[in-house]
């Protein structure tokens, strides 16, 4: 079965890797709720909030603060990122992330992390990552990877997006 559920998710992130995910209804248009999901020529659509990092030495990585609201989180669907590190170690831009199972059930789940131009609005290429079996409440470590793509340079925007779990 564990087996079944690897090849499933891995035939998943290979689907998801070539189709770049869009959280609001226009490009660059603002969203009135985190996690209000838009139907928009039959595709659904799903508002998330962007964060800001940078590849400088100084801040190689972005965690997200203490939240008042849950809405307020780097979470998508039933997952929630701890920490993110960004690189480019491989040639391609690229990232590693700890993220935790919020639900009540062991969840398998392709996820991906867009990063914007530095116009902040349109997209400069996506990220994929897998996670296979994670327990509720289970904290585990994630690593994105993209066929091409360079970091704006500076500070640049990103979202996190749950794409398929089961």
Same mark, same amino acid.
Not at 84 to 103: E, H, K, Q, Y
Not at 107 to 119: E, H, L, N, Q, R
Not at 133 to 141: H, I, L, R, W, Y
């Given at each position: 079965?564990?087996? #079944?559920?690897?090849? @499933?998710?891995?035939?998943?992130? /290979?689907? !998801?890797? =070539?189709?770049? +995910?869009?959280?609001?209804? &226009? ?52 997952? #929630?990122?701890?920490? @993110?590190?960004?690189?480019?170690? /491989?040639? !391609?831009? =690229?990232?590693? +992330?700890?993220?935790?199972? &919020? ?64």
């Amino acid at each position: 079965m564990k087996s #079944r559920s690897i090849l @499933v998710a891995s035939a998943l992130l /290979l689907i !998801s890797i =070539g189709y770049p +995910a869009y959280g609001a209804i &226009t490009n660059g248009s603002k969203c009135t709720k985190a996690g209000q999901v838009t139907t928009v020529n039959g595709q659904k659509m799903t508002c998330s909030l962007v964060w800001v990092s940078s590849l400088n030495s100084q801040s190689p990585s972005a965690s997200p603060k203490p939240s008042k609201s849950p809405s307020d989180s780097i979470q998508s669907k039933s997952f #929630r990122i701890e920490s @993110v590190t960004f690189n480019s170690d /491989l040639g !391609s831009a =690229g990232a590693d +992330a700890r993220i935790t199972n &919020t639900s009540r059930s062991t969840k398998t789940a392709t996820m991906t992390i867009t990063i914007f131009k530095s116009d902040n609005k349109a997209i400069a290429f996506t990220m994929s990552g897998i996670v296979n079996a994670v327990s509720p409440g289970e904290t585990v470590s994630v690593t994105f990877m993209s066929i091409s793509g360079e970091f704006p340079p500076g500070q640049f925007k990103y979202t996190f997006q749950v794409n398929t779990e089961f």
